[in-house]
């Protein structure tokens, strides 16, 4: 099983968007895909269920209450399995940290569905022992991130940390790069943007641009992919698609 965690501490740089069009495309392309849900906001989750309806979830496994396998349920497709999250998750932050086995339980837990082929991990916008786990328990992070200055100043803070959990408790960890999201056309890329950010991280040649069908796609509750097939922002995320599965056979 590869597991990738989409990570960026800043808000609304595109970690549900990209999580769950990453999900989805791994999917279609009959990989059989689990996407976890680390964030209590529930984003992801409220795509594929209605949490109303949900008696368990990640908050249970953080508890230690239940088993991974137990809280999973099917999404929208036939290779496709969802871990959801809830505001109850929330919850267990300041109870987890008191715990020496805190950064340790999605890890721990992953062991019992290694018949995935991807385990795809939308991490909170926090640095947070969500974020924490994520990064402890997967081979490689995503970095969603518009271009944008603001995007750029949070990027050392979330660089220190995969450092850190990679020198402490998690080598085998690798920033599998950033994607641009939200781009808009009068954004001058290549002159302005991409230099900073190279000296950090691989960015994708692909980038997403903003565009109404990504809003309409959540409205729907559906992947860019199941919402419309022909808009520029599935076009993007089906090439990005390809370049992520190229870097994984490098
Ligand atoms: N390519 C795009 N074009 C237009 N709107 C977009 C695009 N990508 C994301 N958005 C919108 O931007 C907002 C933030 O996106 P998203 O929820 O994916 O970010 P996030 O990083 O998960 O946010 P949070 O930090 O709150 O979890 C959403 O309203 C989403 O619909
Ligand atoms: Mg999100």
Request: include cysteine; charged fraction near 20%; glycine fraction near 4%.
């Amino acid at each position: 099983m590869i597991t990738i965690a989409v990570a960026n501490q800043k808000g609304g740089e595109g970690k549900t968007t990209t999580s769950l069009n990453l999900a989805m495309g791994l999917a279609r392309r009959n990989y059989k895909t689990l996407l976890i849900d680390m964030d209590p906001q529930a984003n992801s989750t409220g795509i594929f269920v209605n949490p109303d309806t949900l008696d368990k979830d990640l908050a249970q496994l953080f508890q230690s209450a239940t088993k991974l396998s137990d809280i999973i349920v099917p999404a929208y497709n036939e290779n496709l399995w969802l871990a959801p999250s809830s505001m109850r998750l929330a919850e267990m932050e300041t109870i987890s940290v008191n715990s020496v086995e805190a950064p340790y339980v999605l890890r721990d837990a992953l062991q019992e569905v290694s018949h995935f082929d991807f385990a795809i991990i939308d991490c909170p916008p926090s640095l947070s022992i969500f974020t924490v786990n994520s990064l402890v328990a997967s081979n490689y992070v995503l970095i969603p991130l518009q271009a944008e200055k603001f995007s750029m100043d949070g990027i050392m803070g979330l660089q220190q940390t995969i450092s850190s959990i990679k020198k402490r408790i998690n080598p085998e960890l690798e920033i599998l790069g950033a994607l641009i999201t939200q781009l808009k056309p009068q954004t001058l890329l290549t002159k302005t943007i991409l230099p900073v950010l190279s000296k950090y991280f691989k960015i994708f040649e692909h980038t997403i641009s903003d565009g109404v069908a990504i809003g309409e796609s959540h409205l729907a509750k559906k992947s860019v992919f199941d919402y419309n097939r022909t808009s520029r922002q599935s076009q993007e995320y089906e090439g990005f698609l390809e370049e992520v599965l190229r870097e994984l056979k490098k």
